[in-house]
């Protein structure tokens, strides 16, 4: 008993226990021997490893690089063991559920009977019953969502931007495949010029009509980037970032996102409960009825369209 | 009943051919594709639970709201919501990827292991 509590209390956890019960210090001083790493000289080893002589150490590596060897097929046997197992459980499941397409099913509950015959008449408005959902009953999901893409640029900037004066970096940038393809082919050009206004319309009526057709704010503005990163190929960075730059960007996505949580914000001071709104829901069917949802929609596709041109930019050239 | 439900059944076969080339695979690129792969076979699965046999998409037709006339809209906004949270985490995982490259010049995983191994020592 007595040797186990010797043993327990050279553990952090015994050194932890002591610090609590008896103030003793050594917690501390590792802690600080943990920060400051410069405070303390490192104590010489009591004692060290002779040198191998060098057919052991080759003996030794050969040993390890066999060991390693067993292991990674030993791995990618249990891998594939694994994955026949899921699949196997899986088609199991599968063979037991409810069979495919009929209106009985338990998932057709009385929670899509609220959206198909309540939604359009007397709680959203909107005509896509989809777009009633995901911005209406559901509306802080798709804050989420959009959430969700902003943290994702984020991310990638703090990845891939490069740092000016970094030799390596600058480096790593010079040999990019961007520097070695054409520049300004006229076809593209040609073609981009027709099509960019094209493309941006078409993504402006799919954002402006999610709400009374199949659409909304995710699919034009991915459309948007589309057209967005189309200018970017065809002629080139520069002309790109006079109109878009990392500024742009901010100030677009934190607007859009600002005003679509503003907007969602007034259901809790009105109980949590947005159903019997205060915003009329207008004639279904009109460009301007659905109450928010049509502007919801405008600000999720410049964030999406933002988010598209911005993860294409940092991929190509490691800046906005 | 069996396996006779065919959407789910490709489902859970695309999830099953992704999950595996996720496992196995030891290029980070197609262990990319392979996480791909497995977010279709979800989609699939949720879409074909969502269905109903000779109904329509859910948008309003002719001022028809009917529960009868109309398929299931929630897997639609939940298949909506695994797409956009698909992008961002490839496009978070393909950046940590070229960091990677960047570092060690190699796509391989074990290398990569190696590598940060003796540069630790």
Redesign the interface.
């Known amino acids: 008993m007595a040797r186990v509590r010797d043993d327990m209390g050279d553990t952090r956890w015994g050194r932890l226990q002591r610090w609590l019960r008896e103030g003793d210090d050594s917690l501390d001083r590792a802690m600080i021997a943990v920060w400051d790493e410069s405070a303390e000289p490192e104590p010489e080893p009591v004692f060290t490893v002779p040198p191998a002589r060098p057919e052991q150490k080759k003996k030794n590596q050969k040993h390890t690089a066999k060991l390693e060897k067993l292991l990674?097929v030993f791995s990618?046997i249990a891998?594939?063991l694994?994955?026949v197992g899921?699949?196997g459980i899986?088609?199991h499941t599968?063979?037991?559920?409810p069979?495919?397409?009929?209106?009985d099913?338990p998932?057709?509950n009385e929670?899509?009977?609220r959206?198909?015959?309540?939604?359009?008449?007397e709680d959203t408005g909107a005509?896509?019953?989809?777009a009633g959902?995901?911005l209406d009953y559901?509306a802080f999901?798709?804050l989420g969502?959009s959430n969700?893409?902003f943290?994702?640029?984020c991310?990638?900037m703090i990845?891939?931007r490069l740092q000016a004066g970094d030799p390596d970096e600058r480096l790593?940038s010079d040999t990019r495949d961007r520097l070695i393809e054409p520049h300004s082919d006229p076809i593209l050009q040609v073609i981009a010029r027709v099509l960019i206004p094209l493309i941006l319309i078409f993504g402006a009526y799919v954002i402006l009509n999610g709400h009374i057709?199949?659409g909304g704010g995710?699919s034009g503005g991915a459309i948007m980037g589309a057209a967005l990163i189309l200018h970017m190929l065809a002629f080139g960075e520069k002309q790109t970032a006079r109109f878009f730059s990392y500024r742009t960007y901010r100030a677009v996505s934190v607007c859009a996102l600002g005003f679509y949580a503003l907007a969602k914000a007034y259901s809790f001071f009105t109980g949590a409960n947005h159903l019997p709104s205060i915003i009329t829901i207008g004639t279904?069917g009109r460009i301007f009825s659905a109450g928010l949802i049509p502007y919801l929609n405008i600000a999720v596709g410049l964030v999406v369209c933002c988010t598209m041109y911005a993860?294409f930019s940092?991929?190509r050239k490691g800046e906005l | 009943?069996?396996?006779?439900?065919?959407?789910?059944?490709a489902a859970?076969?695309l999830?099953?051919i992704g999950?595996?080339i996720l496992?196995?695979d030891r290029n980070l690129i197609k262990k990319n594709i392979g996480f791909a792969m497995t977010d279709s076979g979800m989609y699939l699965y949720l879409a074909?639970?969502?269905?109903?046999?000779g109904?329509k998409?859910?948008?309003?037709v002719n001022g028809v709201?009917?529960?009868?006339?109309?398929i299931?809209?929630?897997?639609?906004?939940l298949v909506?919501?695994g797409?956009?949270?698909s992008?961002?985490?490839s496009?978070?995982m393909?950046?940590?990827t070229?960091?990677l490259y960047?570092k060690y010049h190699t796509l391989n995983i074990?290398e990569i292991a190696d590598k940060a191994r003796k540069e630790r020592e």
């Open positions: 990674r990618v891998a594939v694994l994955c899921i699949i899986l088609l599968t063979a037991l559920l069979s495919f397409g009929r209106e099913n998932v057709h929670v899509p009977r959206y198909i015959e309540k939604g359009m008449n005509v896509n019953i989809v959902m995901i559901r999901d798709t969502e969700v893409l943290v994702a640029v991310t990638v990845l891939l790593g057709s199949p995710f279904p993860l940092l991929f | 009943m069996g396996l006779t439900n065919y959407a789910e059944l859970i076969i999830f099953g999950f595996t496992l196995i074909a639970k969502g269905y109903i046999s109904r998409a859910p948008i309003v709201t009917e529960m009868s006339a109309y299931n809209p929630i897997p639609a906004g909506l919501t797409i956009v949270v992008v961002a985490t496009a978070v393909l950046a940590l070229v960091r960047r074990d």
